[in-house]
C-alpha cells in the first residue's frame, strides 16, 4: 500500500494584503497539515516549522491535495529569502509524487469547483469556516481554531479522495442543481506533475 500524506495549509496574510494572487508566495504559512496513511495520525505544523512539515512530505509516496500544487507549495516555497531560491524549492517541491484533485476535476468538468461544494454533495458534511475566517483567527492569535479547521480540511480530502477511489463518481452543487462526475483515479498510477505545471514559469 502507497504512503499517502494528505495535505493542506492555512496562510497569514490574505491576497489583497500581499498584493495580488500572483504574489502567493509571499502569504506565508500559519498551519500546516498532514494527514498520513502510515500511522493514520494527523501531523501539525506551526508558521516556524516548515522545514519539519516539508521533510515529512518528502517521506510520502503519493500527496494528495486540493489546490495543493498550485497553492499550497507555492506559499512553503516563500519561505526562502530570495526569489531564486524560492523558485528552486518549488521546483523541488513538483518533482514529488502529486494528486491534485481539483486539477483533476478541472480536466474532466472544464471548469474550477469548489472543496465545499464536493463535500455538501458527496458525502453531506460542509466545511465549518473559510480561508477568510481563518486570518481573521491568526491575526486574533486563535492558531488552535485554525488548526481545527485545517484539519477538517484534510479530512474532508482524505474522504473524498476515498470516495472517488472506492465509487469511482463524486457529486458537486452546479447552478442546475446536484451532479455527478464520473472518475476513474487510482493510487498505484497517478497522474505525474508533468510539462504542464513545469510550464508555469
Not at 504559512?29 to 516539508?54: C, K, R, T
Not at 483567527?137 to 479530512?155: A, H, M, N
Not at 474532508?156 to 477511489?165: I, K, N, P, Q, S
Request: net charge negative.
Amino acid at each position: 500500500m502507497s504512503r499517502i500524506l494528505y495535505f493542506d495549509l492555512e496562510t497569514r496574510y490574505s491576497a489583497d494584503e500581499v498584493g495580488g494572487w500572483g504574489n502567493v508566495m509571499d502569504m506565508g504559512m500559519s498551519v500546516g497539515v498532514i494527514w498520513d496513511s502510515h500511522d493514520e495520525q494527523f501531523h501539525v505544523y506551526l508558521e516556524n516549522q516548515v522545514p519539519a512539515l516539508m521533510v515529512h512530505l518528502h517521506q510520502g509516496q503519493l500527496i494528495v491535495g486540493f489546490n495543493h500544487v498550485e497553492f499550497d507549495l507555492r506559499v512553503l516555497a516563500g519561505s526562502q529569502p530570495t526569489p531564486e531560491q524560492r523558485h528552486q524549492l518549488y521546483l523541488e517541491l513538483l518533482t514529488l509524487t502529486h494528486f491534485d484533485m481539483l486539477t483533476e476535476l478541472k480536466k474532466v468538468l472544464g471548469h474550477r469547483i469548489k472543496l465545499d461544494s464536493l463535500a455538501r454533495s458527496t458525502l453531506q458534511a460542509g466545511k465549518s469556516a473559510d480561508g477568510l475566517q481563518a486570518l481573521t483567527w491568526y491575526k486574533d492569535g486563535r492558531i488552535d481554531l485554525i488548526v481545527e479547521y485545517c484539519k477538517q480540511d484534510v479530512e474532508v480530502t482524505r474522504r473524498l479522495f476515498e470516495y472517488a477511489l472506492n465509487n469511482k463518481e463524486l457529486s458537486y452543487d452546479s447552478r442546475s442543481g446536484i451532479k455527478t462526475v464520473a472518475l476513474d483515479w487510482t493510487v498505484d498510477a497517478p497522474p505525474a506533475v508533468g510539462s504542464e505545471q513545469m510550464s508555469l514559469f
